[in-house]
């Protein structure tokens, strides 16, 4: 059986599709996403990041403090904070604080489930007293899905996390949270906006829970994921299906342009899925480096995963991108 990369490799080079304008970085970027490390206490099957309970990769201090001088240094507006689950990083909470001190924006995703174990309960209300805006993963709005992604009983804790939060005013008027949705499988993400009405419906309906708004992420062909497909030898497939959706539209918003990516060690990457490949920033620069000098226009490294950020309506970290 082939490799997950020599079947992506099979394919028409998806850099060739992108016109000049749009291979470069936009001359400000706007948004530092920090990942704080790969634990996690869950291990989702379609992580592309490969996630779980045994991985022992966490930030330094060192390399957080270079996060928060580079957010300053570089004019960034909002830092994007993710992993893993965040909340199992040891310092978190003083990294979080750091940057409140700063006047940075913040984001964090968190997997919700997370905050139903009494170990990080606490951070519902750290994330109300700094005001951080929250992205919540819920791949769906029923047990059965959301178990079979993430594992027996994952679905009611996400619920009680999302209560947590509700009862925080996160989803309430008080501050803002977003779900993410990813489909189960190998298709694309629905429609954006006739999800998100369902997914109102649906929790609010059977749970009373309540949110601010929906993003659907295609589930990118890297990782985890890409090698699942690729066991079952449907890989090719999905690479094809994406492929047949490319979306010339989508190319101005991708999310790339505007953003970089810190691993753990300090390392950038163009996003979070060329993290999870290894295919660093050129030229390869490190966090220290940003912090020192600054940003400046460079060309995006593209491979076939980007693929999955171009079909239909395209796929960010923010949702839909045309």
Known sequence: MATVQEVMDARDSFEELVPAEFRITNSQLHTLQVNVGYKCNIACRHCHLQCGPNRTEVMSHEVMQACLDAYKTVGFTSMDVTGGAPEMHPELEWFLREAHKQG??????????ILADPAYAHFAALYDELGVTLYASLP??????????????????????????????????KHTIVLVFNPSGATMPPAQASMELEYKRRLEADFGV???????????????????????????????????????????????????????????????????LGLKIRPELTIFDLARDGAKVREVVFANHCYGCTAGAGSSCGGETA
């Open 210 to 276: 309540h949110f601010d708004s929906l993003v659907c992420i295609a589930n990118n062909p890297s990782g985890r994921f890409a090698e699942a497909l690729n066991a079952k030898d449907k890989l090719g497939k999905y690479l094809d299906r994406l492929i047949a959706a490319f979306n010339p539209g989508t190319l101005e918003g991708m999310m790339c342009r505007d953003q970089l990516s810190v691993d753990y060690q300090g390392a950038l990457y163009d996003c979070d899925f060329n993290q999870a």
């Open 104 to 113: 940075v924006s913040l984001i964090v995703r968190t997997n919700l489930c």
């Open 140 to 173: 769906y709005y029923s047990a059965r899905n959301v178990d079979k992604i993430r594992g027996r009983g994952t679905f009611d804790a996400s619920i009680e996390g999302l209560r947590l939060l509700n009862e925080q005013g996160f989803g309430t008027g």
